[in-house]
């Protein structure tokens, strides 16, 4: 079944600074690739999305890359601010197959003022 | 955008009682939803799908007999957690989808703590 890696485990940067998250997966059948912000105790909330026929989007300070070939996909966000501070987790699923989505092991991020 | 919700948002129960958590689409339909189980510091492993007008299907290792899954309408998909031990405690949330549509809105999940 699908696999999803994410790297780092944890990254602090400095408010202003840029953060950068990447995520690989392992079925090339994979066709959507979401990203979650998870705040403590609260449900994960959607911030970009991309799909297979697509290489790169971006949403104001934050920007998607997919890279099919290599089967990575990353999250990049711009300008840092304090309260970019949470967990982030890529997903990746199969449109054909149910739309189940299958996790990272999310990434703890911290801006520092 | 989509709104999907969940009640309870946190409960606390004894062991070996039964809780039921309830997740509803608010604002559309729902065929199909998602439930997951969060542990502390972990991420969302997918539990099972549920289906409306037909079984759920669960991941493999997920008890089938424990994590009771009905999907009563459109709207709403219950879990309930039989005979619950301090190892279900946990953070459940629950997913839809619009028909056609990939992106999943996700409940504010639900914080189970057995005692």
């Known amino acids: 079944g699908e696999n999803v890696e994410q790297h780092p485990s944890t990254l602090s940067v400095q408010e202003g600074d840029s953060a950068v998250i990447k995520c690989t997966y392992s079925?090339?059948?994979?066709?959507?690739f979401p990203w979650y912000k998870q705040e403590l105790g609260k449900g994960p909330q959607l911030i970009i999305d991309?799909?297979?026929?697509?290489g790169e989007k971006k949403d104001q300070r934050i920007a998607v890359t997919l890279n099919k070939t290599a089967k990575h996909f990353s999250l990049h966000i711009t300008e840092t601010q304090p309260e970019d501070s949470a967990v982030y987790f890529c997903?990746?699923?199969?449109?054909?197959?149910?739309?189940?989505?299958?996790f990272g092991a999310g990434t703890i991020l911290r801006v520092k003022s | 955008g989509a709104v999907v919700s969940q009640h309870p948002s946190w409960v606390i129960c004894k062991s070996g009682t039964s809780v039921k958590i309830e997740c509803r689409s608010l604002?559309?339909?729902?065929?199909?939803m998602f439930w997951y189980r969060q542990f502390p510091k972990q991420s969302l492993m997918l539990m099972a799908t549920?289906?409306?007008?037909?079984?759920?299907?669960?991941e493999q290792g997920v008890e089938k007999d424990k994590f009771l899954i009905n999907h009563a309408s459109l709207t709403l998909s219950t879990l309930t957690v039989t005979s619950a031990h301090p190892e279900d405690s946990s953070f459940y949330i629950c997913?839809?989808?619009?028909?056609?549509?990939?992106?999943?809105?996700f409940g504010p999940g639900t914080r189970l703590t057995v005692t």
């Open positions: 997913s839809a989808p619009k028909a056609g549509d990939d992106e999943q809105y």
């Open positions: 991309i799909r297979s026929n697509v």
């Open positions: 079925d090339s059948a994979s066709n959507y």
């Open positions: 997903a990746a699923s199969i449109r054909e197959y149910g739309n189940k989505l299958v």
């Open positions: 604002d559309f339909q729902a065929t199909t």
């Open positions: 549920s289906n409306e007008g037909s079984k759920a299907t669960y």
